[in-house]
């Protein structure tokens, strides 16, 4: 059963940083591509920024410029680096593959940032 560890998240004031990390355990195989997705409340979970195996990101028009996903394919973990933070990032993080399989969704990590 694979299992997704988010971490990172936390109270930071607006134009602040923060660094996600989403630690992945239990499978046996390389996954092509990962992200980071949110959920804010009373809003559906929307996908942030995406990392292939080798590399090659993409990210929502939210994220560019201030967010960069990146990943440590030995360790099985995955980063989302967060700067100039908006209240409107305050969300639910989680990471999960691109597109979605049936890997389950972890505990996510909290990001509130105040104005």
């Known amino acids: 059963q694979v299992q997704l560890v988010e971490s990172g998240g936390g109270l930071v004031q607006a134009g602040g940083s923060l660094t996600l990390s989403c630690a992945a355990s239990g499978n046996r195989y390389g996954i092509n591509t990962m992200g980071w997705y949110r959920q804010a409340p009373g809003k559906q979970r929307d996908l942030v920024a995406s990392?292939?195996?080798?590399?090659?990101?993409n990210y929502a028009d939210s994220a560019k410029g201030r967010f960069t996903i990146s990943r440590d394919n030995a360790k099985n973990t995955v980063y989302l680096q967060m700067s100039s933070l908006k209240p409107e990032d305050t969300a639910v993080y989680y990471c999960?593959?691109?597109?979605?399989?049936?890997?389950?969704w972890g505990q996510g990590t909290q990001v509130t940032v105040s104005s």
């Open positions: 999960n593959t691109v597109p979605r399989i049936n890997w389950p």
């Open positions: 990392i292939t195996r080798g590399g090659n990101t």
